[in-house]
């Protein structure tokens, strides 16, 4: 791996954040929340944000993003009753594609316990042909670029 895949992000890094409880049923039998929900916190901010700062109606909106990749890079868990909170930036605003990058913090650390990314392309809701990115999406995402 090279230094960036090593590097642990920063809260600075990152230009939006969501708080996000932890759930009991978050935790498994070792006691942390288990690592199939650190992709769920992704989306969960991601899809916030789209609704919050792009307008975006998730039950009639003819263009929809659908998730074609994700990774996450865990550091240091999470235990219920923690809040997660979920810091998110763009880090590729293509045509039809946007790649996500979203960083998970316990409350007060500075350094993500989890870093990844998620990649959504827009597409028609009716055909699943790719579509430019809506602009008030593409404007939302925009801000968030690094």
């Not at 498994?28 to 690592?35: A, C, E, L, S």
């Not at 219920?80 to 293509?94: I, K, Q």
């Not at 960083?103 to 350094?111: K, T």
Request: with cysteine; glycine share 8%.
């Amino acid at each position: 791996m090279n230094d960036k895949a090593n590097s642990v992000g920063r809260r600075a890094d990152y230009r939006h954040f969501l708080t996000i409880p932890t759930r009991w049923k978050d935790n498994d039998v070792y006691g942390h929340v288990n690592n199939v929900n650190y992709i769920s916190f992704f989306d969960t901010v991601i899809n916030r944000y789209l609704i919050d700062a792009g307008g975006f109606d998730l039950h009639q909106a003819p263009i929809i993003g659908i998730a074609v990749e994700t990774f996450c890079r865990f550091r240091r868990s999470f235990a219920f009753p923690e809040d997660v909170e979920a810091a998110l930036r763009t880090g590729h605003l293509g045509n039809s594609s946007v790649r996500y990058e979203v960083g998970l913090f316990g409350r007060g650390d500075d350094e993500a316990r989890a870093e990844g990314h998620f990649v959504h392309v827009f597409v028609e809701r009716a055909t699943n042909q790719p579509v430019p990115i809506p602009a008030a999406i593409r404007a939302a995402l925009e801000k968030l670029k690094r």
